[in-house]
């Protein structure tokens, strides 16, 4: 059952990166390997043009469920593209001990 | 050879001869007797932002703060006749937190049409009178007008909700916020509704935490890694200079330059900064909205091309950053002890109208954090250190100059009220 629009079926392998909320984003990322965080980054982000002339489409504030999920999943590789482009690990060097969580953001 | 100019003084720092230019001891955030001073003397006098008006869209709508440099909670309400007020969030009855949901010291919020407390059913109006008393006639010639919610004072600016906990003040909040509020007056905060907000625990004493934002000084080194290696080569080797600092009684500001949005080159970006046009200093394009093209005169104080960001610390624990391409954020510090605070980092942009735009402020947030996970856990460093005190005097350079600003106003508001509740006793004891 595909959870993604049909365009973007190759993206399925990643599905579980449809996370709705930037918490659930951010601990997939830091319990990822690198190697994961890679093959996610290098699958989706050749897509991201095409992805936003899809979404952009839309209306935001009445996206359909794949479309929505489609998005949740684009917002998780903007999270894994700082693992991927710039730190190689997946936390951020020398944030040791720091953590901080997003309390509100927007609805969709 | 600075490559912005500085004030006829030679630097920005000896604009202001009663600062100094020597070394500084951070004794005022090592020590917990300082910080008990500071409670009494800062928190429970001053004015503090604790919201904005868009938490609370309705009749009824309420927040609450815990304000534990203060020793209290309030609730922030919006009455039926559209008025915002502030309430210590105690109960009149016995004392118990009015308004809480199953854990009393985090904060919440909601609508309601009255205020229930769990432990008696006492019920108040969402204007604090006293309207319902569970077996009233069981009490003793008991007036429910003489009942009602403990008010705190409340005022607003910019749609910037403020309280300030001494019922004894009599400075407004305009006043307070001096040049700095007066001249940014106009800008359009209320069209920036879409909201990032995010929260740290963070062990160390608050003013060192605005201390690492309101000095840019620290940028080109502990983010270093952030920026492509050419250009961070390049940042290390040019420094950071800004382009004007001023100071305003308690308050000051810090204006800088912003080569990012966009950037000359897009070899000096990330990739998904360059397909998403947007990043630390925010989406590259404006929001189509008015107001941005004529700035209030707060902004860009040095009328410079280059301008990308203003910082504004409003004494005490608030600090505004409105950003070139459109967009603000807010830090707020609230001290739960001498070496622990609660940070607040909040971003608000003009809501998206498509995927795209929604993606930017995604990218934005995203940085933000990456960021200022970098600047929390170097302040538990810091502290830690400070603490042992090894070493007791540290240099400050021109700037850093809000540094030395922020714990000489923090020490002298403690001074003041050393002073002040030292006087009653000189006389009582003379007579």
């Given at each position: ?20 909320t930037e918490a659930?984003r951010y ?33 935001l ?10 998005l949740?999943?684009l917002y998780?590789?903007v999270n894994?593209s700082f ?9 951020v ?5 720091a953590s901080m969580d997003m309390l509100i953001e927007p609805a969709v | ?48 932002n604790v919201g904005r008006v868009e938490q ?7 927040f ?94 910019q749609g910037f909700i ?22 940014l007056?106009?800008y359009p905060f209320d069209k920036m509704t879409e909201v990032y907000k995010y929260r740290a625990?963070v ?6 935490f605005i201390?690492a934002f309101a000095?840019f000084?620290?940028a080109?080194?502990?983010h270093?890694?952030q ?29 800088s330059?912003g080569?990012m949005s ?10 998904i900064e360059?397909?998403l046009r947007s990043g630390l200093f925010g989406p590259w394009d404006h929001p189509?909205i008015?107001g941005l ?6 902004l ?8 990308g960001i203003d910082s504004f610390v409003f004494?005490?624990n608030f600090m505004l950053l409105v950003w070139e391409p459109g967009w603000y954020l807010t830090y707020h510090y609230w ?7 609660i940070f607040e980092g909040t971003l608000y942009f003009v809501p998206a109208k498509?995927a795209e735009e929604r993606l930017r402020q995604e990218l934005a947030a995203v940085t933000f954090k990456e960021y200022a996970l970098q600047d929390g ?55």
């Open positions: 059952m595909p959870t993604l629009p049909t365009e973007f079926g190759e993206l399925e392998l990643f599905a579980d990166w449809s996370l709705e659930e601990a997939k990322r830091l319990s990822s390997t690198m190697d994961e965080l890679q093959s996610f980054y290098d699958t989706a982000f050749p897509r991201l043009e095409e992805a936003i002339e899809y979404l952009n489409k839309f209306d504030n009445a996206l359909p469920p794949d479309a929505t999920r489609l949740w999943l998780s590789l894994a693992p991927v482009e710039v730190w190689r690990q997946p936390r060097p020398d944030s040791g001990a | 050879m600075p490559h912005f100019a500085k004030p006829a003084e030679g630097s920005w720092t000896e604009q202001y001869p009663e600062l100094g230019t020597g070394p500084v001891s951070y004794e005022d955030s090592i020590s917990p007797e300082h910080y008990e001073l500071e409670r009494k003397a800062i928190f429970s006098r001053t004015w503090l609370l869209p309705r009749a009824g709508s309420y609450t703060k815990e304000i534990a440099a203060a020793g209290t909670s309030i609730i922030v309400v919006k009455g039926t006749d559209g008025e915002v007020r502030a309430f210590h969030n105690i109960c009149r009855h016995r004392g118990n937190k009015l308004v809480w949901n199953d854990f009393p010291g985090e904060e919440t919020s909601g609508t309601c049409r009255q205020f229930t407390c769990k432990y008696h059913g006492w019920r108040y109006g969402t204007d604090g009178e006293l309207t319902f008393v569970q077996q009233e006639s069981e009490f003793f010639n008991l007036d429910k007008g003489d009942y009602g919610l403990a008010s705190v004072k409340l005022q607003t600016w403020f309280v300030n906990l001494n019922p004894e003040n009599t400075t407004s909040l305009d006043e307070y916020l001096g040049e700095f509020g007066a001249e007056a106009g625990n062990g160390s004493n608050w003013k060192l201390d000095e000084y620290h080109p080194i502990l270093a890694k920026a492509t290696a050419d250009e961070s080569r390049k940042l290390s080797e040019v420094g950071f200079e800004a382009l004007a600092y001023k100071i305003n009684g308690p308050h000051s500001m810090v204006s330059w080569g966009p950037p000359k080159d897009l070899d000096m970006v990330k990739p360059r397909i189509d008015e093209d004529n700035l209030p005169p707060a860009n104080p040095a009328q410079h091309k280059a301008w004494f005490p001290p739960t002890s001498y070496n622990t605070h498509n856990n170097t302040l538990e460093a810091t502290q830690t250190m400070l603490e042992s005190r090894a070493v007791t005097l540290f240099p400050l350079n021109d700037q850093e100059i809000l540094l030395r600003h922020l714990h000489t106003t923090a020490r002298e508001h403690v001074a003041d009220y050393e002073k002040s509740a030292a006087t009653p006793v000189k006389i009582s004891a003379a007579s």
